[in-house]
């Protein structure tokens, strides 16, 4: 299984982003996709997922971002409003995917950058 990650970039403060994730392979189900983030210096942190047919959202997320999806796509996307500065980081495709023959197995994308810099 591959999650391939795109969309990020340089944002003003104030502007908007996409992030895209597509799961490829051999999928039977998704149980949980979504987003997070590694900003320089720090911890990984929960962004938004989609988990137990709801969604989870970070505190710093709620009312700027919303996680969609596309399930015939295997997709979940990203949008991101009002970007600040402190939303600087890597942002890491994550998934918990059954897979044929295998069961349940967690994977992460590669990582895209989020810049928000004036």
């Known amino acids: 299984v591959q999650l391939q990650a795109s969309g990020g970039g340089l944002v003003q403060p104030g502007g908007s982003l996409r992030l895209s994730c597509a799961a490829s392979?051999?999928?039977?189900?998704?149980?949980?996709m979504g987003w997070y983030r590694q900003a320089p210096g720090k911890e990984r942190e929960l962004v938004a997922l989609?988990?137990?047919?709801?969604?989870n959202y970070a505190d710093s997320a709620k009312g700027r971002f919303t996680i969609s999806r596309d399930n015939a796509k295997n997709t979940v996307y990203l949008q991101m409003d009002s970007l600040k500065p402190e939303d600087t980081a890597v942002y890491y495709c994550?998934?918990?995917?059954?897979?044929?023959?295998?069961?349940?197995?967690?994977?992460w994308g590669q990582g895209t950058q989020v810049t928000v810099s004036s």
């Open positions: 994550y998934a918990t995917v059954q897979r044929v023959g295998v069961g349940y197995r967690t994977y």
């Open positions: 392979g051999s999928i039977l189900s998704i149980k949980v």
């Open positions: 989609f988990i137990s047919g709801g969604t």
